[in-house]
């Protein structure tokens, strides 16, 4: 049996290196976590175990364009010539602006996502920040450490603590929690939880801290609090690699334990707990979940939680999402230098607003499926039904976004190769 090794390309912490057995057919007839992967280990989520079927049900096949009630199979190079019209009709009439390139996680390679917003940015096309899950939390830490990367989980077998703020890995990250268990299990490390509900993570920590919702930035300004008048913050550390430590610790003053257990809920007992816990158990790692600042002050949260290892004197001793460790141009990669047309930039958590009010004439999806995932859905599907509005989706399956497309072009999946095509270009 053939193996093929590649790696996932979905929006996931653990990033999966993957081994695909293929039959005599070259058909893929498995998919199996990559056993000597130090992270990996052998193990795939259910999602990954069932892709050679998923390839296969409700693909888009082919090029297809509305008509009627229903979708008319057309041929690659009619769809192509509907698709340019269009858009060089909309950028002749109206300008680039009123072209929109919807796009976010659905495939995070870079050739795949990053390379192909190269046409969009010499077109002048209007696009989002990007902000929908987890970009606020990256911008608060980088507030603070230039970027946003922290810990590599692969060092998790060398910590003494393990602290899952907000992140509850064993459902969204298998592969770091099984990591962190391994620790737990041979005595090695702790694992604290710190989260409003119980979850599936919570009932295997050491201790599991219930917090209220949205409260976590007074718990650890009083965790650092606890940590300065105890004696145990790394002063020496402090000075050497930091700056404005005497204002950190003018504001941390302000949050005495009576006044967290008032705002979170947490007692003074539990807040010393975890305050001890920190200051006994070096190295430690703190894990910072997405969910941390999906609300209106979850910068703020997210960089008063990663500011908890540098006052104790360790290097970047979070982890929250290490994409900006390699150190790759993606601008570069995405061409924005190469072109002196500047895109507008839109939240992309207020699109459904902006396409309601008639904003655009076209909208091109790639990567992403936001009838099911942009806020305020009903705003978003009201605008997408104008007469005036052209919706082009990019997309390896008939999503719930296909379905609403006037015209829906194939995509391969990460599995598969691109297929090379015979068409005329203009």
Same mark, same amino acid.
């Given at each position: ?17 993957? !081994?695909?057995? @293929? ?5 893929? #007839?498995? *998919? ?6 130090? $992270?990996?280990? +052998? ?115 060398? !910590?003494?603590? @393990? ?5 509850? #890995?064993? *459902? ?6 099984? $990591?962190?268990? +391994? ?127 540098? *006052? ?115």
């Amino acid at each position: 049996m053939k193996k093929i090794k590649t790696v996932c390309a979905r929006d996931c912490y653990d990033v999966c290196s993957l !081994m695909i057995h @293929l039959d005599k057919n070259n058909t893929i #007839a498995s *998919v199996k976590g990559d056993p000597h992967h130090p $992270l990996t280990r +052998g193990m795939v989520c259910p999602r990954s175990a069932k892709d050679g079927e998923r390839l296969k049900k409700n693909r888009v096949a082919a090029p297809f364009l509305r008509e009627n009630n229903g979708y008319k199979k057309i041929e690659w190079e009619h769809g192509l010539d509907l698709v340019s019209g269009k858009l060089e009709d909309t950028i002749r009439k109206h300008g680039p602006g009123r072209v929109l390139f919807l796009n976010y996680a659905g495939n995070t390679g870079l050739m795949a996502n990053t390379f192909p917003k190269r046409l969009w940015n010499a077109m002048g096309a209007t696009q989002t920040d990007g902000a929908l899950c987890s970009k606020s939390g990256h911008t608060g830490i980088s507030m603070h450490y230039g970027e946003s990367y922290g810990a590599n989980p692969l060092e998790i077998p060398a !910590m003494k603590l @393990l602290v899952f703020w907000g992140f509850n #890995a064993a *459902v969204s990250a298998p592969h770091i929690w099984h $990591l962190a268990l +391994g620790a737990q299990k041979k005595g090695q490390a702790k694992i604290v939880v710190i989260d409003p509900i119980e979850t599936d993570t919570s009932k295997k920590a050491d201790l599991w801290i219930r917090t209220r919702p949205e409260t976590d930035v007074a718990l650890a300004y009083g965790v650092l609090n606890q940590l300065i008048i105890s004696g145990c913050a790394d002063t020496a550390f402090m000075e050497k690699w930091t700056t404005g430590f005497g204002c950190l610790k003018s504001e941390t003053a302000k949050w005495p334990p009576e006044t967290v257990r008032q705002i979170c809920g947490v007692s003074s007992d539990k807040l010393q707990l975890l305050t001890n816990l920190y200051a006994a158990n070096k190295p430690s790692m703190t894990l910072i979940g997405y969910g941390l600042q999906h609300c209106a002050n979850g910068a703020d949260q997210v960089r008063a939680v990663a500011m908890i290892p540098s *006052v104790l004197g360790i290097h970047r001793g979070f982890f929250y999402g290490n994409g900006s460790a390699w150190l790759m141009d993606k601008s570069l990669i995405s061409g924005k230098p190469l072109t002196a047309k500047k895109s507008k930039i839109i939240q992309q958590v207020a699109v459904a607003d902006h396409v309601r009010q008639g904003d655009f004439s076209v909208v091109y999806v790639s990567c992403m499926n936001p009838a099911m995932t942009l806020p305020n859905q009903h705003a978003f599907q009201e605008g997408l039904a104008r007469d005036n509005l052209f919706l082009i989706v990019h997309e390896t399956h008939w999503t719930e976004t296909a379905k609403l497309a006037d015209i829906v072009l194939p995509a391969p999946t990460f599995l598969e190769p691109a297929r090379r095509r015979k068409c005329r270009y203009r």
